[in-house]
């Protein structure tokens, strides 16, 4: 299942990115997987063992997403890279993790009983395009904000026909340049398939911490103008072969997202363990107690 498995989050990317941004990563890995309707119960228990493993033993961290509106019982699990080297890494960290939980036997049995859940799976290696992205994060800081703020998550697929991509590119650093003057865009994360696709695919996507973020959004011709988004609409048909949208929701506990991450709220991404603490009782009381009550020190 997850030899190969890591994980991103369908976003951004660049060539020419300044030092801080790297810090997220030039890449972004994705797996994909459709789970059969009946199998989702052991689907999600096999996913959680796999979490555990990886938070126990210092493993790999991913953000794992469901599908809301789109192909249903459809899961990704995203990861950020900074090249192709820490890919195997990664991997490496991952399966180590594991073996450590569980065993190399039991470690086995969990891959194949993990396959067995799924209808269909595919993997992505997604290229970060910061050039063609707007408003979005500059430092590891300003992305673990973003990231552990959010909990929804629309991604388009677009499909570009041949000879046209330096058209959309262009088209899109226009777009780019537009919106980011306008003082109520939000950021919007563009990033370029390079492994595990036919043809040229881009990604664009926008995260928010619900639903309701995504109303009352300035449109492309509110942000470009008549005149931009005729020049807009005529691009597009002339470059864009196909799109795909799904909007999808972040699975917290299918997730072992970075420390910076889970940091910016703890009780979404760790729930179990903010509860645990929330539960404890405070040690001062019982010496207090004594303190003011010299004869109740015996316990009873």
């Given at each position: 299942?997850l030899?190969?498995?890591?994980?991103?989050l369908?976003?951004v990317?660049?060539?020419?990115?300044?030092v801080?941004?790297?810090?997220?990563?030039?890449?972004?890995?994705?797996y994909?997987?459709?789970?059969?309707?009946?199998?989702?119960?052991?689907?999600?228990?096999?996913?959680?063992?796999?979490?555990d493993?990886?938070?126990?033993?210092?493993?790999?961290?991913?953000?794992?997403?469901?599908?809301?509106?789109?192909?249903?019982?459809?899961?990704?699990?995203?990861?950020?890279?900074?090249?192709?080297?820490?890919?195997?890494?990664?991997?490496?960290?991952?399966m180590q993790?594991?073996?450590?939980?569980?065993g190399?036997?039991?470690?086995?049995k969990?891959?194949?009983?993990?396959?067995?859940?799924?209808?269909?799976?595919?993997?992505?290696?997604r290229?970060?395009?910061?050039?063609?992205?707007?408003?979005?994060?500059?430092?590891m800081?300003?992305?673990?904000?973003?990231?552990?703020?959010?909990?929804?998550?629309?991604?388009?697929?677009?499909?570009?026909?041949?000879?046209?991509?330096?058209?959309?590119?262009?088209?899109?650093?226009?777009?780019?340049?537009?919106?980011?003057?306008?003082?109520?865009?939000?950021p919007?994360?563009?990033s370029?398939?390079?492994?595990?696709?036919?043809?040229?695919t881009?990604?664009?996507?926008?995260?928010?911490?619900?639903?309701?973020?995504?109303d009352?959004?300035?449109?492309?011709?509110?942000?470009?103008?008549?005149?931009?988004?005729?020049?807009?609409?005529?691009?597009?048909?002339?470059?864009?072969?196909?799109?795909?949208?799904?909007?999808?929701?972040?699975?917290?506990?299918?997730?072992?997202?970075?420390?910076?991450?889970?940091?910016?709220?703890?009780?979404?991404?760790?729930?179990?363990?903010?509860?645990?603490?929330?539960?404890?009782?405070?040690?001062?009381?019982?010496?207090?107690?004594?303190?003011?009550?010299?004869?109740?020190?015996?316990?009873?």
């Amino acid at each position: 299942m997850l030899r190969r498995v890591i994980w991103a989050l369908a976003v951004v990317v660049c060539l020419a990115a300044p030092v801080a941004v790297h810090a997220q990563g030039d890449y972004v890995d994705v797996y994909m997987v459709k789970v059969k309707p009946e199998k989702l119960a052991d689907f999600q228990a096999l996913t959680k063992k796999w979490v555990d493993a990886n938070r126990r033993f210092n493993g790999a961290h991913w953000i794992t997403t469901e599908t809301m509106f789109g192909e249903g019982n459809v899961y990704s699990f995203v990861s950020p890279r900074q090249d192709y080297a820490e890919i195997e890494k990664a991997n490496e960290s991952m399966m180590q993790a594991v073996n450590k939980a569980f065993g190399k036997d039991a470690t086995d049995k969990l891959m194949r009983d993990f396959d067995n859940c799924l209808e269909w799976s595919r993997s992505e290696l997604r290229r970060r395009r910061f050039d063609l992205s707007r408003k979005h994060p500059m430092d590891m800081a300003s992305y673990a904000k973003l990231i552990g703020e959010s909990r929804v998550v629309r991604t388009t697929a677009v499909h570009i026909r041949p000879g046209r991509i330096a058209d959309f590119e262009a088209l899109m650093k226009d777009t780019k340049e537009a919106s980011e003057k306008a003082p109520n865009t939000f950021p919007l994360l563009v990033s370029q398939v390079v492994e595990g696709t036919q043809g040229t695919t881009f990604y664009i996507t926008s995260l928010r911490s619900s639903l309701g973020g995504f109303d009352k959004n300035p449109t492309i011709r509110d942000i470009l103008g008549e005149e931009g988004y005729k020049r807009f609409l005529q691009v597009n048909s002339e470059s864009v072969e196909r799109t795909e949208s799904a909007l999808v929701r972040f699975s917290p506990e299918l997730s072992n997202p970075a420390e910076e991450i889970v940091q910016v709220a703890t009780d979404f991404w760790h729930p179990k363990a903010t509860m645990a603490a929330s539960t404890m009782k405070p040690k001062t009381s019982t010496a207090k107690t004594a303190e003011l009550k010299p004869t109740a020190e015996k316990p009873k």
